[in-house]
C-alpha cells in the first residue's frame, strides 16, 4: 500500500503562483510512476504532470505546460515528496488537485493507470 498526502492549496489570484506538495508512505519504490491530476466541478479528471521518482524527463498537460514545475525531494536516499510549483495560475486551473501513483503503466496520462491516490487539495484561482 502507498499513502499519498497533498497539501498547499489555497486561493490565489490570476497571476499569481501556489506550491502543491505530496508526501508519499508505505510501499514506495523508486520505479514507481508519480502524477498530479486535477478536477473541476463537472468535468472528467484531468492529467496535469507526472515523472518517475527516479527522475528523468517529467511530462506535463498542454495547459499546464510552460506554467507548472514538478520536482521530488528525496529524505536521505529516499524520495518521499513530490513537488508541483505553479505559477502565472489562472481561473480555470481552478480544480481540486490530486496527487497519485502507478506501479506499472501504459499511458502516464490516464487516471485509470494510477492505484493509489491522495484526498486532493482545493485551488481556487480568482480573476
Known amino acids: 500500500q502507498v499513502q499519498l498526502v497533498e497539501s498547499g492549496g489555497g486561493l490565489v489570484q490570476a497571476g499569481g503562483s501556489l506550491r502543491l506538495s505530496c508526501t508519499a508512505s508505505g510501499r514506495t519504490f523508486s520505479s514507481y510512476f508519480m502524477g498530479w491530476f486535477r478536477q473541476a466541478p463537472g468535468k472528467e479528471r484531468e492529467f496535469v504532470a507526472g515523472t518517475r521518482w527516479t527522475g528523468g524527463i517529467a511530462e506535463y498537460g498542454d495547459s499546464v505546460k510552460g506554467r507548472f514545475t514538478i520536482s521530488s525531494i528525496s529524505r536521505g536516499s529516499v524520495k518521499t515528496t513530490l513537488v508541483a510549483q505553479m505559477s502565472n495560475l489562472k481561473p480555470e486551473d481552478t480544480a481540486v488537485y490530486y496527487c497519485?501513483?502507478?506501479?506499472?503503466?501504459?499511458?502516464?496520462?490516464?487516471?485509470?493507470?494510477?492505484?493509489?491516490w491522495g484526498q486532493g487539495t482545493q485551488v481556487t484561482v480568482s480573476s
Open positions: 497519485a501513483t502507478a506501479t506499472k503503466w501504459e499511458n502516464v496520462r490516464k487516471a485509470e493507470e494510477y492505484e493509489f
